[in-house]
């Protein structure tokens, strides 16, 4: 009785095809790798910051008061990458401001009994952080463009101050909590195998909160939109 042993030849078209197959996916991989795994980035931001102010105020009425203010907030970035199919990365990552972003001065102007009469109302927000989820389309091996949405957090100070003739007539502050949804752009290149520089603008729009300032009904709406450019480095 006779053993037979067939092999196919290496040469046979099945183990090409899958031999093909199996180069083409880890090329793929391959493609994402500098995009998976833990980030860290410094940023620079130049934050257009609008805050819209009403004031119910007793004597004088309603005013809607619109305010504007150019900031730059430097700040750091950190991530983690998972990669998604051949050509997709979901990034997770936060993000923390080191400067408090100023929106403006909104001022009401009156004269009360033959007196000139100023209030301002300035808000800052302190202590800005966001969590987010970062879709990203890998373009090749060391370029990606992606999406951002996050969750944004932040201490805002209001502060009221009104002086009658020059003098100052009376002040109030207020501290309270904010939260807002950012949607923003953005793109990513390496410069080498672990040094990267990325851009994107994000538009934040916060939540509007409601609050009694020194006996003035006082309510704030702040939105911002964020250029950054990052430079960091992949582990």
Known sequence: MKLIIQSKSINSPSYLTALTSLCLTSTAFSQTNNFTGLSLALSASHVDAKNT?????PLLGTFTLPSYKNNFIPG?????GFAIG???VVGLGATY??????TGVPTINAVINGEDLTTTLPSTL??????????TYVINKDSAMFAKLGRHF???KTTG???IGGELAGQAETTSNIEGWGYGLGFKNFLSNNLFIQGDVVAVDYKKINFDLGGVPTSIKPETLNATISVGYKF
Request: no cysteine; charged share 25%.
């Open 97 to 102: 401001d080191f400067r408090k972003t100023e």
């Open 161 to 163: 101050s009104t002086t």
């Open 126 to 135: 302190k202590d800005h952080y966001s969590l987010y989820i970062q879709p």
């Open 76 to 80: 750091v970035d950190i991530s983690y």
């Open 154 to 156: 932040a201490q805002v």
């Open 53 to 57: 102010t009403v004031a119910v105020d």
């Open 86 to 88: 051949n050509n997709f």
